[in-house]
């Protein structure tokens, strides 16, 4: 069966450090990849998705980015946070419905 | 407009009583449809599809309606543990899953 994971659960950053959250996903080959992020109290927003190694597509503009460096393989980067950075990323992966990964919750003081 | 629009609630009820959410779509060539729960600081899961028939899942029943654009989830004999967030997600192309913001319920004792 596939699964999702998802690292760190938790993080706290200060203003201006650098981000990487990392998805994998087992158990299929070449899905479509998601990152979301839910603000406090909103909706789920989507920031990218990818069909395949090496494409990525941007939702929003934004200073994140994306990385799919092997098939089963999702990263979300930042190479400097901002307090409007804080938030839930969920990473999904898809075959029709969306699944989802646990989430990391970042703050950014 | 938002393309997909929720009461966000919260909806207080009894156990035992039945709730119906509604959530409205803009995409009227929107492909697919769906409901998820949230549990407060977790990820999304899936709760079921929606078809064009409508369909059941023990307690729990969807219904599309594609002329009026909204879709509807009812629950039957709620429980204490059916106290969650509840998404609407629509599928308007191949890649793009858009989000309610959810309906909070509470089921109460």
């Known amino acids: 069966s596939q699964t999702i994971h998802q690292w760190p659960a938790t993080l706290v950053q200060p203003v201006g450090s650098p981000l990487s959250l990392e998805c994998t996903v087992e158990?299929?080959?070449?899905?479509?990849l998601y990152w979301y992020r839910q603000a406090a109290g909103r909706g789920l927003q989507l920031l990218f998705y990818?069909?395949?190694?090496?494409?990525i597509s941007s939702e929003v503009p934004q200073n994140l980015s994306a990385s799919r460096p092997q098939d089963r393989q999702f990263i979300l980067s930042s190479k400097k946070l901002l307090l409007s950075d804080s938030g839930f990323y969920l990473c999904?992966?898809?075959?029709?419905?969306?699944?989802f990964g646990e989430g990391s919750r970042l703050t950014v003081l | 407009r938002k393309e997909v629009e929720q009461d966000p609630g919260p909806f207080n009820v009894p156990e035992g009583a039945t709730v119906a959410f509604n959530c409205t779509y803009s995409n009227s060539a929107s492909q697919s449809f769906f409901w998820y729960r949230q549990d407060c600081r977790k990820e999304p899961k899936l709760l079921m599809s929606?078809?064009?028939s409508g369909n059941e899942d023990g307690r729990f029943t969807a219904q599309l309606n594609r002329a009026s654009q909204y879709i509807s989830l009812l629950i039957r004999d709620s429980k204490l543990s059916d106290s969650a967030t509840y998404l609407c997600?629509?599928?308007?192309?191949?890649?793009?899953?858009?989000f309610g913001t959810g309906t909070r319920l509470k089921v109460l004792a």
């Open positions: 990818s069909v395949g190694i090496g494409q």
């Open positions: 997600v629509v599928r308007s192309g191949t890649y793009k899953y858009i």
């Open positions: 158990g299929t080959s070449n899905p479509n």
């Open positions: 999904a992966w898809s075959a029709g419905e969306l699944f």
């Open positions: 929606v078809y064009s």
